[in-house]
């Protein structure tokens, strides 16, 4: 290790770095459960799965993608099957017809996707109906999860954590149990669950009984031992149609009513991805609420707050109140940006036409016209260090996107 490596360790030992998770405004549930979700189908599903879930009386959600069963694909269950599994009471979650990247498909592939797969599990299987969508690979964005709430009544992603009663139905997230997932990982999680009552759901694709040769595969006897956990640890399994009855019902918020970004916590399905030294538990200087976020805009680091997206051309403004401890005059920089390029960014103190105060709270509004942002999806929020210095510690509270 060089020198100068080293030395950037203990600057960021002695800054105190710290990584965060994201924070949710946290509803629990009347205690936590588990989901076992099933994905694509695979034939190990059905005869090492579902033989361990029998014995232990606990029901799973298959999420299936329905060309498989109509063509008979190889290494996958057959329709027959998966009638077995329903009559045995487990859950069937639409997986699309083929599998796709929805983000890749046209308006009209989009619609057949979502909806061939569910009038097919409808009709094949005699269901009632099949509300619950499991999006392919986790990718979506604005586009495809309005087309998706056009069909269905919730979607489950792959995106890291836990789901509460207020959680967004078309964000589930869900923890992806591949290979390299050791049992004692799946075991917190499951104690973390139990520990918030929250709904913890889980992901296996294939099983096998000796050793995975796929990152999809995954040891039948470490599937059973994550079984056996959850029996001990008391919690419930439900489907994925159980749990979504137990929830709100909370959907995208509603436009017209505004979109928080930070409360007291992220909010509207933001994530922190933040790489700056913060905290978004900050109590000692809180503009409302119990929290405000502190941040360290040093060195050209920032705060990151990520999103699915966000339809800008529905919002006229960002508004959020900066403190600029107890220096002041911080130079801090809000960059929008979709994905792949800047949409806009203006300094903090430039939108306040004035430095950044010391000691007090200001509000912050920042025209999206005035940026030249009248269109476009937002996905990643930044507050960056503008300086390439050292600066004073800057607070943020109550960021918000404003409507027209
Ligand atoms: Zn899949």
Redesign the pocket.
Known sequence: MSKSCRGLIGIAALLGVTLEGPVFAAEPFEQGMVTITL??GWATQYTKARPALNARNMDASY?L?TQALAQGWGGYMTTAQVQTLVAEGNDIAS?TVS?PNLMTLSPAQLTSELVDSQSWLVNTLGLPAVPNF????GYYDATTLAAIRQTYGSSRTVKGGRNFRDSIVYELRANDVHQRVAVSTVRGWIDQAAAEKSWLILVF?EFIDGTPVRDTQYRTSNFTAILDHIRTSGLPTVTLAQGVAMMEGRTDPDPAAGLPVYVDGMESGFDNWSWATHSLDETGVVHAGSTAIRFEPDAWSGLMFHHSGVDLSQYQSVELWVHGGTTGGQAVQLVLHDGSQWLGAVTLDAALGAPIAAGTWQKVTVPLASLGVTSGTLVDLYFMDASGGDQGTVYLDDITLVPY
């Open positions: 994905d694509d999420a993608v997986h599998h499991v999006v392919p690979y694709h």
